[in-house]
């Protein structure tokens, strides 16, 4: 059994920062993409960032430049840095990852996080 725990939402002001973190516990062989999706009221959920194994990132146009995920390998956790916050970020933040057990493999969220930016 895997589980994916986030951490670090709350209330900021606009311009504020947050930092969100995930933590895969469980039966881990080896955790590949790690992903950070956020869902605000009456949209659908949008991938916000996303890092491999090796290391290469890639952002959704609105968070670039404000954003920086990162991951420790070591600890099975990924890591998000948002800086310039707007309103328009509030959102629920769930971790993604795609993970290799002993016996399986696939996709397993979080249970989310409430990031709420005001203005």
């Known amino acids: 059994q895997v589980q994916l725990v986030e951490s670090g939402g709350g209330l900021v002001q606009a311009g504020g920062s947050l930092r969100l973190s995930c933590a895969a516990s469980?039966?881990?062989?080896?955790?590949?993409?790690m992903d950070w999706y956020r869902q605000a009221p009456g949209k659908q959920r949008e991938l916000v960032a996303s890092?491999?194994?090796?290391?290469?990132?890639n952002y959704a146009e609105s968070v670039k430049d404000r954003f920086t995920i990162s991951r420790d390998n070591a600890k099975n956790a990924v890591l998000l840095q948002m800086n310039s916050l707007k309103p328009e970020d509030t959102a629920v933040y769930y971790c993604?990852?795609?993970?290799?057990?002993?016996?399986?493999?696939?996709?397993?969220w979080g249970q989310g996080t409430q990031v709420t930016v005001s203005s």
């Open positions: 890092i491999t194994s090796g290391g290469t990132t």
């Open positions: 993604n990852a795609y993970v290799e057990t002993v016996d399986e493999a696939g996709w397993y």
């Open positions: 469980g039966s881990i062989f080896r955790i590949n993409t």
